[in-house]
């Protein structure tokens, strides 16, 4: 796998009650990744970009949702959610930079 290719994987951390909730009690980060991404390209994406170490990768595969526009129904493009689950001890912190 290349450098290139692992930066490209991750899209953005999904932050939502669910999602802090799941970090609290499991250890776990969830993330939006490409369509393609497989769960070895994400977990060393994960680990170069954090520096961290990953114990398990768990993928959902997200329907887009339906939405109208006038009177033509329309649909949001399908995404893929990873949840990244950390070897006990690790953490990533979104909130660093403040």
Do not use: H
Request: aromatic content about 8%; some cysteine.
């Amino acid at each position: 796998m290349s450098q290139e290719r692992l930066y490209q994987v991750l899209l953005a951390p999904q932050v939502s009650e669910k999602s802090t909730r799941i970090a609290e009690k499991y250890e776990q980060v969830v993330f939006k990744v490409t369509t393609d991404a497989t769960k070895p390209e994400i977990k060393a994406a994960v680990e170069m970009l954090f520096k961290v170490q990953v114990e398990s990768v768990q993928v959902i595969n997200m329907k887009g949702k339906q939405k109208r526009f006038g009177r033509t129904v329309g649909r949001r493009k399908d995404w893929k959610k990873a949840f990244v689950c950390l070897k006990p001890g690790q953490e990533i912190n979104f909130a660093a930079g403040e």
